[in-house]
């Protein structure tokens, strides 16, 4: 493989070293750690924030940008979405310096190369390095894009994930949180993509009351993007930490899903879309038994291994042999519930305070909250 010792505007997920975390943004920060860890990742790359900043300086435009949203009443729908399409707009044409696409392009080439597929398809997420904290999660900010081929369109989807920095909900959370606008930078992941037959979201504790001794899994049909955005309403399932076994389950209507569908010209690369599902899914379970106690596992690997609660990302790819068909896509801090102060003895009962001492055992010697 080509190798660019020398311009790391682009770097290999399992190649991402600490000390550059800061200028990959959080999400591809987790994806290195992930795969530095062993767990299954889907393999990529980072664009990291220096390409980012040298297309803003040399665009010339960010002080226009900033005045644009200066100062825009988010509570006027017209005048924040005006505001908004006229940054992106001008993000659209930030030109990418000769040598950072370069080594975009290179890396492209070897991930196509590694995966045996020519224009191999990739999803292009947005990697803000505001985002995924525990103090401010930015998840769903950003955008996402599903099944790019070919490194034109790459480098198309790395400024319209640029952009993304200043669609309305972005501008407004920005300002909610105090964070100047000229000084949010953007990474870009580009990673392979999955054939998902199912997917969906992973909490290493219950959402619901913040107990930390099970894991709670939404799932659904296609792609996950269809859970995260709640388009379609999952299955969800809770799986207990020390025994493994399924102690509920809630099997929903899911009348259509996010899959994979020609073009409609009949022409260019497939298209993820929303797609109404055949009578025979819509009641029934999207994922075996099986499958659900092996996302739990992995998702509490992903917690020990962070050594706090974790919202996961994950799907079963239709590419690998079952057994090994799950693979994670995604992992950040948990932010509800692990900014909450637990008590000690907080719990009602024996069984549950033996279950958290099981399942937390070096809080539970040290007599410290296990949140």
């Known amino acids: 493989?080509?190798?660019?010792?020398?311009?790391?505007?682009?770097?290999?997920?399992?190649?991402?070293?600490?000390?550059?975390?800061?200028?990959?943004?959080?999400?591809?920060?987790?994806?290195?750690?992930?795969?530095?860890?062993?767990?299954?990742?889907?393999?990529?790359?980072?664009?990291?924030?220096?390409?980012f900043v040298d297309a803003r300086e040399a665009s010339g435009l960010m002080a226009q940008i900033s005045e644009i949203v200066a100062g825009v009443?988010?509570?006027?729908?017209?005048?924040?979405?005006?505001?908004?399409?006229?940054?992106?707009?001008?993000?659209?044409?930030?030109?990418?310096?000769?040598?950072?696409?370069?080594?975009?392009?290179?890396?492209?080439?070897?991930?196509?190369?590694?995966?045996?597929?020519?224009?191999?398809?990739?999803?292009?997420?947005?990697?803000?390095?505001?985002?995924?904290?525990?103090?401010?999660?930015?998840?769903?900010?950003?955008?996402?894009?599903?099944?790019?081929?070919?490194?034109?369109?790459?480098?198309?989807?790395i400024r319209s994930c640029w952009a993304s920095l200043f669609t309305e909900r972005a501008i407004t959370y920005r300002n909610q949180m105090g964070y100047d606008h000229a000084e949010v930078d953007m990474a870009v992941a580009v990673q392979k993509m999955v054939r998902p037959r199912a997917a969906g979201v992973a909490f290493t504790l219950d959402p619901s009351n913040g107990d930390r001794s099970g894991i709670c899994i939404d799932a659904a049909w296609g792609f996950g993007e269809g859970v995260v955005s709640g388009d379609v309403t999952p299955d969800n399932f809770l799986v207990d930490k020390v025994m493994w076994s399924i102690g509920r389950r809630t099997i929903s209507p899911k009348t259509h899903a996010h899959l994979l569908v020609d073009a409609t010209d009949g022409a260019g690369h497939p298209q993820v879309a929303r797609?109404?599902?055949?009578?025979?899914?819509?009641?029934?379970?999207?994922?075996?038994?099986?499958?659900?106690?092996?996302?739990?596992?992995?998702?509490?690997?992903?917690?020990?291994?962070?050594?706090?609660?974790?919202?996961?990302?994950?799907?079963?790819?239709?590419?690998l042999p079952a057994g090994e068909d799950v693979v994670l896509l995604q992992a950040r801090p948990e932010t509800v519930w692990?900014?909450?102060?637990?008590?000690?003895?907080?719990?009602?009962?024996?069984?549950?305070?033996?279950?958290?001492?099981?399942v937390n055992p070096l809080s539970a010697r040290s007599g410290t909250p296990s949140a």
């Open 73 to 157: 009443d988010t509570e006027d729908q017209t005048a924040l979405s005006s505001a908004a399409m006229q940054a992106r707009d001008l993000i659209l044409g930030w030109p990418i310096a000769t040598e950072h696409e370069r080594c975009i392009r290179g890396k492209y080439a070897d991930l196509c190369l590694l995966s045996g597929v020519e224009d191999v398809p990739v999803a292009v997420r947005s990697s803000a390095t505001s985002e995924d904290s525990p103090d401010a999660s930015f998840a769903g900010e950003h955008d996402t894009y599903l099944w790019v081929c070919g490194i034109d369109e790459v480098l198309e989807k």
């Open 1 to 51: 493989m080509t190798t660019y010792a020398d311009n790391d505007s682009a770097i290999q997920f399992d190649a991402l070293v600490l000390d550059q975390h800061l200028r990959v943004g959080g999400k591809c920060a987790s994806l290195g750690t992930m795969s530095q860890a062993g767990l299954p990742v889907p393999p990529g790359f980072a664009v990291t924030t220096d390409v």
């Open 275 to 319: 797609v109404e599902l055949p009578a025979d899914q819509v009641d029934v379970p999207c994922l075996t038994d099986d499958e659900v106690v092996a996302i739990a596992r992995l998702a509490r690997a992903a917690e020990k291994h962070y050594g706090c609660p974790q919202d996961i990302e994950w799907a079963v790819d239709d590419d």
């Open 338 to 358: 692990s900014k909450k102060s637990r008590s000690v003895g907080q719990q009602g009962d024996l069984v549950s305070s033996i279950v958290d001492t099981l």
